[in-house]
């Protein structure tokens, strides 16, 4: 009987990226065993596919392969790809001490200048070592595509330095033990290499933590994909990007995946370019925000679709002031909610009307990250009773209702929807739940 046991990754060693030699050309004493451990890899990918899946490789863990032989070899770090939907992937292998080089295979498109079928040393070779042996698999579907990325990055008037620039100000690692994140020594150690290519430089970055510096890096630098890649006006202010910065109306989705995201929502009461919509806003704001929103935007984590149909005013508010404090996309459910009663008296209610004009607050009273103590201060604005009362009904159902269950302390994303230009009101969008894969109107 197959042993399909989990197999963990070792604990990261603290390795300063720029202190590591980059991998030699010549054979190191790693090479044999990092090559048979990729052959061996290729067949119980082959045999996983055949009798566990399908033929297909989506949904792989690693630990599935324990069962057919294969488990992480000694020092070799190992990135599985799944791409195609789920019908073909790639693979490479590098040993993590001094001299190793890396080796791919790939199953159906030539990939790091190695054709399909055969494992082969990538060219160009990465500028630097993987921080850890271990596996990990990467679902294209589930993460930014690196090789679509990489094309829109050379189509446009992008170098190499401006992305490492540019991945100072997103959120990683710091295991070098350097204040400047992993993945920004990563991208310097591989532009410093000969004959860098974007996809090494993106790869390198990928594989020191940098998931969510690559999201920062499209959403900027690619936006829409409607025009070349270019550089955003903040690049080069040593203060980073300063908000509000407008978001992409829609994302290409040959980086973002959009449709097979959104083919995750299980949903009766949508379209599936309803569901794009709320997918690519979500993706847009949670990584502005600087979250990992390809695991995010899952439906794994609740999420609060403010809608336009039923509360247009209070979800141009939310997206106004989420524009302004990015943050505030994840907020925390608080129960029972903040006192509201010292906004009678505060300057910017001073327009409310009872049952007329209400003060609404963003965050919301019922998060952490409201109230009067908040830091930074919430939002205040005076709108529509009607609307701001219809939001605060749904968001009660959103927490005890709509298969949701947000508990006191539990983090949720709040994503207001945008408003779908040409399309009258009733033709919006409305308020949506995404709770447990389900995505649907919320009620009240």
Same mark, same amino acid.
């Given at each position: 009987m197959r042993r399909h046991t989990f197999v963990a990754a070792i604990a990261a060693a603290a390795i300063a990226l720029g202190l590591v030699a980059t991998p030699a050309q010549a054979a190191s004493p790693y090479d044999a065993a990092t090559q048979s451990s990729l052959r061996n890899l290729i067949t119980a990918m082959q045999w996983w596919s055949a009798f566990d899946n399908r033929n297909r490789f989506d949904g792989l863990e690693v630990s599935d392969l324990a069962g057919w032989g294969w488990r992480p070899t000694g020092g070799t770090y190992t990135e599985i790809v799944i791409e /195609?939907?789920?019908?073909s992937w790639r693979a490479t292998a590098q040993d993590t001490r001094a001299g190793g080089t890396e080796y791919t295979y790939t199953s159906a498109t030539a990939v790091n200048?190695?054709?399909?079928?055969?494992?082969r040393a990538s060219t160009p070779q990465p500028g630097a070592l993987p921080l850890a042996p271990g596996?990990?698999?990467?679902?294209v579907g589930m993460a930014i595509d690196i090789d679509a990325l990489a094309s829109a990055l050379a189509a446009?008037?992008?170098?190499? /330095?401006?992305?490492?620039?540019?991945?100072?100000?997103?959120p990683g690692t710091h295991t070098?033990? *350097? *204040?400047v994140p992993d993945h920004v020594l990563a991208c310097e150690a591989a532009v410093a290499a000969g004959n860098a290519t974007w996809r090494s430089v993106l790869s390198a970055m990928l594989k020191a933590g940098g998931r969510q510096a690559l999201q920062q890096l499209a959403l900027e630098f690619v936006g829409a994909g409607t025009a070349p890649a270019s550089p955003p006006p903040w690049l080069g202010d040593p203060e980073g990007p300063q908000d509000p910065r407008p978001v992409p109306p829609t994302l290409p989705d040959n980086i973002w995946k959009i449709v097979r995201k959104a083919d995750r929502a299980a949903s009766t009461a949508l379209t599936p370019e309803e569901k794009r919509v709320a997918v690519t806003q979500c993706l847009a704001l949670a990584t502005r925000a600087g979250t990992d929103s390809m695991q995010r935007c899952n439906g794994d984590t609740p999420i609060f679709f403010s809608g336009r149909s039923d509360t247009p005013e209070p979800t141009q508010h939310d997206l106004e002031a989420i524009g302004r404090y990015p943050a505030w996309v994840e907020l925390n459910r608080r129960h029972p909610p903040n006192d509201r009663t010292w906004l009678r008296d505060h300057p910017a209610c001073a327009g409310r009307e009872a049952g007329v004009l209400d003060c609404d607050e963003f965050p919301f009273a019922s998060t952490q990250q409201g109230g009067a103590l908040a830091s930074p201060p919430v939002n205040l604005r005076v709108l529509d009773s009607d609307q701001n009362q219809g939001q605060g009904r749904k968001l009660a159902a959103f927490y005890s209702g709509a298969g949701c269950d947000v508990s006191d302390g539990e983090e949720f994303l709040v994503v207001p929807l945008p408003e779908r230009p040409g399309l009258p009101r009733e033709q919006q969008l409305p308020t949506l739940a995404w709770c447990n894969s389900t995505l649907s109107p919320v009620p009240g």
């Open positions: /195609r939907d789920g019908q200048g190695v054709s399909p079928g055969a494992v596996a990990s698999v990467i679902d446009g008037a992008v170098t190499h /330095r401006m992305a490492c620039e540019a991945a100072l100000f997103s070098a033990g *350097s *204040s």
